[in-house]
């Protein structure tokens, strides 16, 4: 028998045992099925619900609302955070995808302080530039380009002024003395 039969036989075994428990659980309760008891649960709320008075939902309904309201207002403060990141990081020239990626570095740099003031978020921003320069506008060094300036796998483009009608009839006349200048 090897191991991979017998981690099958092990977990068919274990979810058999789940689910006489399950159903040994639910005839102790009284009740026939699962649903039975999820049918129970939700009455047993409802009518809780219906117990409480007018004071107590307003009071859970005013509970919710500051919940939400304060959840409302943790995601504008990361938002703000982002924001401020963002903005030093463009002042410093980073744009585009180059400002995503360092804003993602300045966050990482500055997991531990989540609310780091804006001095510490500049000095950090600086370093982040001396380390990846290319982040930020500049480049490391250029590649020089191929001869010619055409693609190195293609032939090099003819450099110079095209010649004029008749210069090669005029030059073989020089050279025989013909045309003397």
Known sequence: MTQDDLS?????????GGRTAVKKLLGDLGFENSEALADFVN???????AALSEVERR???AEEKLRAAQALEAQAV????????????AELG??????AD?????NRALTDQADADESTLMSAAEQLKERRPELFGHSLGTVPPAPGG?????????????????AAGLEMARRRGFVTD
């Open 8 to 16: 099958r036989l092990l977990a068919r075994e274990k979810t058999q």
């Open 43 to 49: 009455a047993k709320r409802e009518a809780e619900q």
């Open 59 to 61: 009071e859970q309904a």
């Open 78 to 89: 990361v938002r703000e955070r982002a924001a401020i990141r963002r903005s030093v990081l």
């Open 94 to 99: 980073a744009s585009g995808e180059d400002l």
């Open 102 to 106: 360092a804003e993602l570095l300045i």
């Open 150 to 166: 055409s693609p190195a796998s293609g032939p090099p483009s003819r450099v110079g002024i095209p010649p004029k009608p008749g």
